[in-house]
């Protein structure tokens, strides 16, 4: 067993060992490592190859045409392609408001901060105590002067997923588009945008055993196309460009085929030892768990240690490479903004350790996690370490 044990597949992964091969393949003078846009000779068809077929692969996970995939840097990108890219596109119209969430990623709430500075409205939801925003709460906030609406569709922090369908409908019936980061969701939770009525979704290769620095964006036929944030040669329609990183691309696509036909054999293998972990952490006094747990991806689990001060058990936990979601600036430690949001409290937010298990995480981890937590946590308590502000 590898120590640290790695339970912080939601932070990013390993990449998929036969997604090393498929992303070699591409480097190499014996490979395809030519310009994907060289239309003269052989180097540049073959990696043209490698990048449709990455493209339809990608396409093919989420019900897509593959003309409808824009590659990206990353989710962050496709984030702000799509916030950003649809203000911009939209800057002569007269809808001026966008509706977001509190538990949104940085890659979309800063870009939201950006627009609100160019006089833009934002609204941002609040989701209930289990992390969930309805099409109720939406519903409130919606109006005809609303110009977009993005809600992630799994949280990173604790893993619900929203019913993003649902709430494109809901959006739709008010002539807003509807935007959601999937970064976290695809591979993992069925995605299908035959049945769901999105117009725009960010994906991402690195939680999903793909490289990092490469994602994708998805923009729906027939729907306004964001105007571009990066320009400069016209790649991708227009959208975004900069010569494709067809390594990068290959990787992503072998990534995605892969989780098309692992995931359910994936995800009841990581249920099970997701609820193996919450069975055993929720027999410990004062735990408890953060979001719904009906509506949520298998990997996940955060859990609050009431009692403790979070971040000396943190320090005390260096054998598991967990997350406490707290953001570290400068000299201070902020509480998670994520479980604020949702009403728990500064004390329970310092107090809570997201757990997230992959594709290679073993029984043997699990039960070494748990045995490693379960000392310390019943340790600190006793020799009374509690939060201090
Ligand atoms: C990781 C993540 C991102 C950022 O993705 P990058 O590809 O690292 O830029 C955005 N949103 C969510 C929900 C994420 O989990």
Redesign the pocket.
């Known amino acids: 067993m590898k120590l640290p044990v790695y339970l912080d597949y939601?932070?990013?992964t390993p990449v998929d060992p036969r997604v090393i091969t498929k992303m070699t393949e591409c480097l190499g003078l014996e490979g395809r490592f030519g310009n994907p846009a060289s239309k003269s000779h052989v180097y540049g068809w073959n990696a043209a190859e490698s990048v449709d077929i990455a493209r339809e692969q990608i396409a093919d996970l989420i019900g897509a045409d593959s003309r409808e995939i824009v590659f990206t840097?990353?989710?962050?990108?496709?984030?702000n392609l799509a916030i950003i890219g649809v203000a911009m596109a939209h800057q002569k119209g007269s809808r001026k408001k966008i509706i977001t969430s509190a538990i949104?990623?940085?890659?979309?709430l800063d870009p939201c901060h950006y627009l609100e500075n160019l006089g833009f409205e934002v609204v941002f939801l609040t989701p209930g105590r289990d992390g969930i925003i309805t099409p109720d709460m939406l519903e409130e906030v919606l109006d005809d002067n609303t110009l977009l609406v993005s809600l992630?569709?799994?949280?990173?922090e604790i893993g619900v997923i929203q019913d993003i369908g649902a709430l494109a409908e809901k959006a739709h019936a008010h002539g807003a588009l509807f935007h959601s980061?999937?970064?976290?969701s695809a591979g993992k939770v069925v995605i299908d945008v035959r049945k769901m009525p999105v117009d725009y979704l960010?994906l991402?290769?690195?939680?999903i055993y793909g490289p990092?620095?490469?994602?994708a964006f998805f923009v729906r036929k027939g729907v306004v196309r964001p105007f571009p944030v990066i320009r400069g040669g016209g790649h991708e329609m227009g959208m975004r460009s900069g010569t494709l990183a067809t390594h990068q691309i290959a990787g992503m696509g072998e990534a995605f085929a892969i989780a098309g036909k692992e995931m359910k054999k994936d995800n009841e293998r990581i249920r099970a030892l997701r609820d193996r972990l919450a069975e055993k952490l929720l027999e410990l006094p004062e735990t408890s768990v953060n979001g719904s747990m009906e509506s949520r991806v298998e990997g996940n689990l955060n859990v609050t240690f009431r009692g403790i001060n979070g971040e000396n058990f943190i320090l005390a936990l260096r054998n598991i490479a967990v997350s406490t979601g707290s953001a570290c600036t400068s000299a201070s430690l902020n509480p998670s903004y994520v479980l604020k949001a949702m009403g728990l409290s500064d004390e329970e937010a310092h107090s809570s350790i997201r757990f997230s298990i992959g594709r290679f995480t073993t029984e043997e981890e699990i039960d070494y996690a748990v045995d490693l937590i379960s000392k310390e946590y019943i340790k600190q308590r006793k020799a009374g370490n509690l939060w201090k502000i």
């Not at 980061?181 to 976290?184: F, K, S």
């Not at 991402?204 to 939680?207: E, F, Y």
């Open positions: 939601a932070a990013t840097s990353g989710a962050t990108e496709s984030d949104e990623h940085k890659a979309v992630m569709h799994v949280n990173n980061d999937c970064a976290q960010s991402c290769a690195h939680k990092k620095g490469i994602g």
